[in-house]
């Protein structure tokens, strides 16, 4: 195999650098002119002068790693792969608290891209010199294919195009050495090659990593064009890519991994890949790839009706998401938070929902400029400079309420209330990689400001333990039967989850009375008790938000509810006289402030079965991130037909209440 990939390699000089830029770069950014004066060049130069000192931001934080990394190393732990054959490497069994991303993440040299705007923002030779420095440090200590940067199809795919990226950039602008030019073309067709024998093909779940070795291939074949291999990649990941959107995304657009995090990845990859096609396509026909305003009707014909009728409907579930949130805070997580990114231009202040949300916007023509040079410099590297700026409110409107029904999204609205709901399939054919135990979960915003929050994911396989309990049913909100999972997992398979939910959608409205919820699901099933869990959800016009649950037992179970509240919000009993039942049967049991807003707790069992308390929690907002949050917890040991109810209200003062920390 060593002489079937390396024998032979292609090899590339400036002169078709430089031409094969408009491939991958805007026309109208392509222009110098474009670049003069730009909102978010202070932000890029700044970034570059950083790298090259030696500093790398990595899931959003600066480490300095040297003008000489060790690509191999977790510098947070400490531990080092070893440099050995890729295929007889098992990149996951490192030492507890060793990330294996961490390395991964800078070896896809996102940091490239910002080196390569920041030389043809400024004409300055220091950056692309830094960018080739590295590129030839990468190339010298990891011989193929030896070490965790070729054991990873995926890895190996989103380093080359972030490679072609920033060599396109540079070479627009005139940045680039002949010399380096043809070591960087060696190793980029060696990339191909290996990616064309390896690529990471399922014949039943194929997701992001089969996808990301697609768009590889499609880059790396659009770039060696002139090779007949290149035409082969090119003409194959084409093909591909046109029947995988069908394949990983529902009818409803919405990404089947189950993970907001993993859908934005997903998003950009198949956009990445249509502007290629696009261009391409100019290309061939002697054409000026067509701008913004045109863009929709171009990828239809670039790609084909379907993939073009699809890719809005994949924005349109970024769009739900940051819908109603304040502009400073993170979107709702639903599965892993992976924080992965394809061309991260703007760099990682940002999260990648909110990021591709706004370019979204931008391929739609609703924005043209953010005021934010994080995302102005991600719109202008896809579509090039604005005509006219636009500004970005600080909170987007509230959505309508919506729901993504094949994957099984809800999204619910009104004047000040924005949430969610999870009821749909996990993964693909009942095998999920990065959906998390949160079926009938749920979380919600008051006037953008999240109160009851999905905890996300803090790690990928460094911590199982806490991998584990981040996707478990008890770190969702939802309900707990036995104390057992709603879906199986293994802790030692850190990537499956079996779908035993089978969850169910019964009923769905949304209309001027407010918007209506209700679903179940069978995951109990497999235990002695037999239970199933129901779930009805009412939004009133007036922000009222009412859970009611049904769980039917054929024996005796210990029960428990769990609401994991926002960082910084704590919850206090409140001491009041209930008002009346919102139902016949049911019986007051507690009152509580949660931050912005009232929870009243109903039952339809005796109340001094159900015991309360607040629980010290995690949330894990972004990759690496981990921040204390409070868990407030109901239990009950019970049987029949139990049924509960949850109101939560905006806080508003009411005469004679006070919380029993003694507030007003």
């Not at 953010?370 to 970005?392: C, H, N, Q």
């Not at 009104?414 to 959906?435: F, I, K, M, Q």
């Not at 209309?511 to 235990?527: A, E, I, N, P, Q």
Request: proline share 8%; charged share 20%; hydrophobic share 45%.
């Amino acid at each position: 195999m060593r002489l079937a990939l390396e024998d032979g390699l292609a090899l590339l000089d400036t002169g078709q650098f430089r031409s094969s830029a408009s491939l991958f770069v805007p026309a109208a950014a392509l222009d110098s002119a474009s670049l003069s004066g730009v909102l978010w060049a202070t932000d890029t130069i700044a970034r570059a002068e950083r790298i090259s000192r030696g500093e790398f931001q990595v899931f959003g934080e600066w480490d300095a790693l040297g003008s000489q990394p060790h690509w191999h190393r977790d510098w947070l732990s400490g531990y080092c792969w070893p440099l050995e054959p890729a295929g007889r490497l098992r990149v996951l069994d490192a030492p507890p608290g060793s990330e294996v991303k961490r390395p991964w993440e800078l070896a896809r040299f996102h940091h490239g891209l910002t080196l390569a705007a920041a030389a043809a923002c400024t004409g300055d030779p220091r950056f692309t010199q830094s960018f080739a420095a590295l590129v030839r440090h990468w190339i010298a200590r990891n011989p193929w294919p030896r070490g965790i940067h070729w054991a990873m199809p995926m890895e190996i795919a989103l380093r080359a195009i972030n490679w072609i990226q920033a060599v396109a950039i540079a070479a627009a602008a005139g940045q680039l050495d002949e010399s380096f030019a043809r070591d960087l073309s060696r190793s980029l067709f060696l990339h191909g090659r290996h990616l064309w024998v390896y690529r990471e093909w399922n014949p039943v779940a194929r997701a992001n990593h089969y996808l990301a070795c697609v768009v590889g291939l499609l880059w790396l074949g659009a770039l060696f064009e002139c090779t007949p291999e290149g035409r082969e990649w090119f003409e194959f990941a084409r093909g591909e890519l046109l029947r995988e959107i069908s394949s990983q995304t529902g009818s409803d657009g919405v990404v089947r991994e189950g993970s907001s995090a993993y859908h934005a990845f997903v998003t950009e990859l198949f956009l990445t890949s249509a502007l290629v096609l696009v261009r391409h396509a100019a290309r061939a026909q002697g054409q000026i790839p067509p701008t913004n305003g045109n863009l929709a009707a171009a990828i239809a014909r670039a790609t084909s009706p379907a993939f073009a009728a699809r890719l809005p409907l994949i924005f349109e579930f970024l769009s739900a998401l940051c819908a109603g949130r304040a502009a400073q805070s993170d979107p709702p997580i639903w599965g892993d938070t992976d924080d992965g990114r394809v061309l991260p231009f703007g760099g990682f202040s940002i999260p990648p929902v909110r990021i591709l949300a706004s370019v979204g916007d931008a391929y739609a023509g609703r924005l043209l400029s953010s005021g934010s040079a994080a995302l102005d410099a991600e719109i202008f590297w896809r579509f090039g400079p604005p005509s006219e700026p636009v500004a970005l409110p600080c909170l987007a409107p509230a959505h309508r309420s919506q729901a993504f029904k094949d994957s099984g999204f809800y999204f619910f609205s009104s004047s000040h209330v924005r949430g969610s709901l999870r009821c749909g399939p996990l993964g693909v054919g009942g095998w999920a990689n990065h959906a998390h135990n949160d079926q009938l979960s749920l979380e919600f915003s008051l006037d953008g400001i999240p109160v009851v929050v999905d905890p996300g994911l803090p790690c990928y396989s460094g911590d199982p333990p806490t991998r584990n309990l981040f996707r478990s049913t008890r770190y969702h909100n939802t309900v707990e039967i036995a104390g057992a999972e709603q879906n199986r997992f293994w802790p030692a398979l850190l990537f499956r989850i079996v779908d035993d939910t089978r969850s169910r959608t019964h009923q769905w409205r949304a209309d001027s009375s407010g918007t209506l919820f209700v679903g179940s699901h069978s995951g109990y099933m497999r235990l002695p008790e037999r239970a199933i869990v129901r779930r009805e959800l009412r939004l009133a016009p007036d922000d009222t938000l009412v859970v009611h649950d049904v769980v039917e037992l054929a024996a005796p179970a210990p029960i428990a509810w769990y609401f994991h509240l926002a960082p910084g919000i704590v919850p206090e009993t409140m001491q009041s006289t209930p008002a009346a039942p919102p139902a016949p049967g049911l019986a007051p049991h507690s009152r509580w402030r949660l931050g912005p807003v009232f929870l009243t707790v109903w039952t339809a069992f005796a109340p001094r079965e159900l015991e309360s308390s607040s629980a010290s929690g995690w949330v894990g907002p972004r990759f690496g991130r981990k921040l204390p949050a409070p868990i407030l917890e109901f239990r009950a040991c019970l049987v029949g037909r139990p049924e509960i109810e949850f109101i939560f209200t905006p806080a508003e003062p009411q005469a004679g209440e006070t919380a029993a920390g003694g507030h007003a």
